[in-house]
């Protein structure tokens, strides 16, 4: 595609149901990040593919938070039991390939919030 | 680990006028990248500058240039000749040669009064 696509663009949920947020990078990148962005924090690193791998999950704060990454291309990140801390907006990137100086791609996120 | 500090969490400028942006990071590598992203209120970030480490001179894009002081860890950004379309978020970043992560700072937001 033309850039990075998220959906949905906001999802409002209940305390303790699960959700789906979904990333669309674009065609031809292997390296794919996902970062969360509280009010008033930094970018927090959750996970980072290369390819369908993940070298490196040490961002995703429980075991409530995974992801996963199929053929090369779209990544689906899942919350289950949600709490009212994870409401956030989760940040999508993609680079052409890990180098140190790629430019990241970031999509327009998901706003997510937890009622 | 690598820590990224920005301590203006907000700042503003009359149009036209120059405005610059602090950063410090602090890494034991030596090599590195620099990044500086705008965040619009679309939430899109996109990317405005990069410097290399290793590289002496300060990157410049056009109105946008940057102040890079290796020994004192600091990155900051300049902007020219401020636009109405230069408001937005500025997050500074580090990105070592290993490893796999991009370290953000917690922010700039930038205001340009008309």
């Known amino acids: 595609g033309a850039g990075v696509s998220q959906s949905p663009s906001n999802k409002v949920t209940e305390k303790g149901k699960d959700v789906e947020l979904r990333c669309d990078p674009i065609?031809?990148?292997?390296?794919l990040y996902w970062y969360r962005q509280s009010l008033g924090q930094g970018l927090e690193f959750l996970i980072y593919?290369?390819?369908?791998?993940?070298?490196?999950k040490s961002g995703l704060p429980s075991d409530r938070f995974s992801a996963e990454r199929t053929g090369g291309s779209v990544s689906t990140l899942t919350i289950q039991r949600t709490q009212q801390e994870d409401s956030a907006v989760y940040l999508c990137?993609?680079?052409?390939?890990?180098?140190?100086?790629?430019?990241?791609?970031f999509g327009s996120g998901t706003q997510l919030s937890v009622l | 680990a690598q820590t990224v500090t920005q301590s203006q969490p907000e700042m503003s400028v009359q149009e036209a006028e120059t405005v610059t942006l602090s950063c410090t990071y602090d890494?034991?590598?030596?090599?590195?990248?620099l990044f500086w992203y705008k965040q619009p209120p679309s939430r899109q970030m996109i990317l405005v500058i990069r410097?290399?480490?290793?590289?002496?001179q300060n990157a410049t894009e056009n109105r946008f240039s940057v102040n890079f002081q290796k020994a004192a860890k600091s990155f900051s950004l300049k902007i020219s000749d401020s636009q109405l379309g230069d408001t937005a978020m500025y997050f500074c970043?580090?990105?070592?040669?290993?490893?796999?992560?991009?370290?953000f700072g917690t922010g700039t937001s930038l205001t340009v009064i008309p």
């Open positions: 990137a993609s680079s052409q390939d890990r180098r140190a100086n790629e430019k990241l791609f």
């Open positions: 065609s031809g990148h292997t390296a």
């Open positions: 593919f290369q390819g369908n791998s993940a070298p490196d």
């Open positions: 890494t034991s590598e030596s090599n590195y990248y």
């Open positions: 410097q290399e480490a290793y590289k002496q």
């Open positions: 970043a580090f990105k070592g040669y290993t490893g796999n992560q991009f370290y």
